[in-house]
């Protein structure tokens, strides 16, 4: 379909038109280029009469502008998304730059301080939930509901530390409990070798039986 502008008087198809449902044809009159013009040389004369104009009526109408974008991004949500990742991948270069230049203006790392603070609390949780998975395959949610079932006590110790670690076994990398960072680090560094643990438990009990036997032969002396 085919439709003529009524401004520059060229023949175009009806893509080249802005949608208007209060037309029959359902299109604009002017087309797209006339309309942006037409645009263009208002916005100047509203400017050079009020240089503030466009502020003001943000300031007038920022309630009704705010519902309104809440509406339309609720209605077309896939649509908006399937957009953004097309425009995403077209000018990825252009807007990693753009981000760069803002992140290092003085507005940008207020916005940044300010983005942080708000979501303090989530962007911590966020990456702990993303560490636990990556390294431990399971979610925040799971640690949490360990850490109530042990009562927040180490499985070994039985000590309450501020915070427990996951302990796994290195060969299944199936997660066994949570422990203490004492007592992880000792099976750590014991590389989970039931022998050496046997051998120091060993070891410990011939020191304190030859402590005993020093006390002893002291006191009967």
Known sequence: ???????????????????????????????????????????????????????????????SVKKSQIKNHDKNKEKIKIQGKKYYQKNKELISLRSKKYRNTKQGKLKQKEWYERTKGKFKDRIKNNNLKRQYGITLEDY???????????????TK??????????????????????????????????????????YLNQGLLNRRNAEMALFLK
């Open 1 to 63: 379909m085919e439709k003529i502008c009524y401004k520059c008087g060229n023949k175009k198809e009806n893509k080249d038109f802005y949608k208007n449902k209060s037309r029959k044809d359902g299109f604009t009159d002017e087309c797209k280029l006339c309309t942006k013009d037409i645009y263009k040389k208002s916005s100047k004369k509203r400017l050079k009469n009020n240089p503030n104009y466009y502020k003001d009526w943000y300031i007038r109408y920022k309630t």
């Open 144 to 158: 949490n509901k360990m850490v109530k079932e042990q009562e927040g006590l180490c499985l070994i110790c039985k």
């Open 161 to 202: 530390p501020k915070l427990l670690y996951v302990d796994h076994c290195h060969k299944t990398k199936k997660v066994r409990g949570l422990l203490c960072s004492r007592c992880n680090l000792c099976l750590g560094q014991w590389e989970d070798n039931t022998e050496y643990l046997e051998q120091a438990i060993n």
